[in-house]
């Protein structure tokens, strides 16, 4: 069986950062984790919307720092920034009445970040777009916006077919091996009617670490 990584994880101490930065003892550790895992479930399902690429977790003595990464800032922060306190009080309730403090940040080109390309054609998918149609176009975009590279795959009944399959389009370089290169990964499923059709993005940009 082919031994896979995921990209992101792989890249970690070189050109890429932690998702959770905390610092907990053992007997802690398991319930701030799952803590992090229902705060970004809650925030990506009230957000579905606003193109939530990323969610970081940073946590202090009593106190949460949230940084959303989203494509459209706006409809998080809400007329006067309504939506954004209304979100702030809820997932303080998630994490037991701690004191939260949310960022908002914007992703300049989201055709460019592997989540919400992965989430756009998964969307395409649910809306009964040719599979390859939505592949494709989603390369096109990506390399004329300057990509080095962008690997697209889905994997399960395509097109209403009875067998499942896997389908992959690639154009560019994407070396997965070469740690220095900036490689995103980005993984969404759409739930057609014929089933759940997984769709795995890896683009290649130019050399730069995680902050963007």
């Given at each position: ?117 992965a989430e756009n054609i998964s969307?395409q998918l649910e809306r009964r ?84």
């Open positions: 069986m082919g031994q896979k990584v995921n990209p992101i994880g792989f890249r970690l101490p070189v050109t890429k950062d932690w998702r959770s930065r905390w610092f907990a003892h053992k007997s802690d550790f398991g319930n701030m984790l799952l803590e992090d895992l229902r705060v970004r479930d809650f925030i990506k399902k009230e957000l579905e919307h606003a193109a939530v690429s990323r969610i970081d977790v940073e946590r202090f003595a009593n106190r949460i720092r949230v940084t959303v990464y989203s494509a459209r800032p706006g409809l998080v922060i809400g007329r006067k920034g309504a939506e954004i306190d209304r979100l702030k009080e809820a997932v303080s309730g998630q994490v037991g009445g701690k004191e939260v403090f949310l960022d908002i940040k914007e992703v300049k080109q989201p055709e460019l970040n592997a989540q919400l390309v969307q777009v040719s599979f390859r149609r939505a592949m494709k176009r989603s390369i096109q975009t990506a390399m004329d916006l300057g990509a080095e590279g962008i690997r697209v795959r889905c994997a399960g009944r395509l097109g209403g077919a009875e067998l499942a399959r896997t389908e992959q389009y690639k154009d560019g370089k994407v070396p997965l091996h070469t740690l220095r290169e900036t490689i995103d990964f980005g993984f969404a499923e759409a739930q057609t009617l014929a089933g759940t059709i997984g769709v795995k993005v890896w683009i290649c940009r130019k050399q730069e670490t995680e902050g963007e």
